[in-house]
C-alpha cells in the first residue's frame, strides 16, 4: 500500500517569513495530492491540492509543487501569519480511493 | 453551502459497550469515508462506501462495522468498545470516485472509559 513520508513534523517561522513542508510517497499510481490544515480538535480543511498533470498549483499565498519522478511533493506558505498556526497534513491517493496521510507539521508563527 | 454533518459530536461510552456514528455527506456526495485520528496522530482510513457498496477497506477492527443508506447516510457501527478505541472519527464525502476531493465532516469524539 502506499506510505507518505513528511518532514519537518514541526517548524516556527517568524511573522513574514515562508514555511516549506515536503511529503514523500511511495505508490507510483498515487495521482492525488491535497493538502490540510487541522486547528486542534477541529477537522482537516482543503487548503490546495495537485493531481498528478501538474507540476505547480497557486492559490494566493499557497502554492504545492510536485515531482512525480522523484515521487515528492512540497507545500508552501509565503508571508506567514499568526493564524497560520495548525498542524498541516499531507496526504495520497489513487483516484476516488481512501486517502493515506503523511505524519503531519506542526506549524508555529512567532508575532 | 451544505457541509458534512456528523453526529453525535461526543460520545462517551464504557469498556464492551457499543456505539454508533452517523455521518450525513454533503447533498448529492455518493462516496463516504471514515478515518480515525489518535491524539497527535494523522488520520487513519477505516473504510469507504460508493453508492452505497463496500468500495475499500483500511484497517478497521473486526468489531467495528459500517454501511451506506439509500439516502447516502453512512453508519459506523463500533462493539465491545476497548480503550484504545478512544479517538475523533471523521466521516468524509465526495462526489464520484474519481473527483477525489473529500471534505470532512466536524468528527465524533469517542471516549471510552
Known amino acids: 500500500g502506499e506510505n507518505v513520508e513528511q518532514h519537518p513534523s514541526t517548524l516556527s517561522v517568524q511573522e513574514g517569513d515562508s514555511a516549506v513542508i515536503k511529503c514523500t510517497y511511495s505508490?507510483?499510481?498515487?495521482?492525488?495530492f491535497p493538502w490540510y490544515k487541522q486547528e486542534l480538535g477541529k477537522r482537516p480543511q482543503l487548503i490546495i491540492d495537485?493531481?498528478?498533470?501538474?507540476g505547480e498549483k497557486k492559490d494566493q499565498r499557497i502554492a504545492v509543487t510536485l515531482n512525480k519522478t522523484a515521487k515528492h511533493f512540497s507545500l508552501h506558505i509565503t508571508e506567514t501569519q499568526p493564524e497560520d498556526s495548525a498542524v498541516y497534513f499531507c496526504?495520497?491517493?489513487?483516484?476516488?480511493?481512501?486517502?493515506?496521510f503523511g505524519g503531519g507539521t506542526r506549524l508555529m508563527v512567532k508575532p | 453551502a451544505a457541509g458534512v454533518i456528523q453526529s453525535p459530536r461526543h460520545l462517551i461510552k464504557e469498556k464492551r459497550e457499543t456505539a454508533t456514528l452517523k455521518c450525513y455527506p454533503i447533498?448529492?456526495?455518493?462516496?463516504v469515508y471514515w478515518y480515525q485520528q489518535g491524539p497527535g496522530q494523522d488520520p487513519q482510513f477505516l473504510i469507504s462506501?460508493?453508492?452505497?457498496?463496500?468500495?475499500d477497506k483500511g484497517s478497521i477492527p473486526d468489531r467495528f462495522s459500517a454501511q451506506q443508506f439509500s439516502d447516502y447516510h453512512s453508519e459506523l457501527n463500533m462493539s465491545s468498545l476497548e480503550l484504545g478505541d478512544s479517538a475523533l472519527y471523521f466521516c468524509?464525502?465526495?462526489?464520484?470516485?474519481?473527483?477525489?476531493?473529500?471534505?470532512f465532516g466536524p468528527g465524533t469524539r469517542l471516549t471510552v472509559l
Open positions: 468524509a464525502s465526495s462526489l464520484g470516485r474519481a473527483r477525489n476531493t473529500q471534505y
Open positions: 505508490d507510483s499510481a498515487s495521482n492525488y
Open positions: 495537485i493531481r498528478s498533470n501538474v
Open positions: 496526504a495520497a491517493s489513487e483516484a476516488g480511493n481512501m486517502l493515506t
Open positions: 447533498p448529492r456526495h455518493d462516496t
Open positions: 462506501f460508493y453508492e452505497k457498496m463496500q468500495s
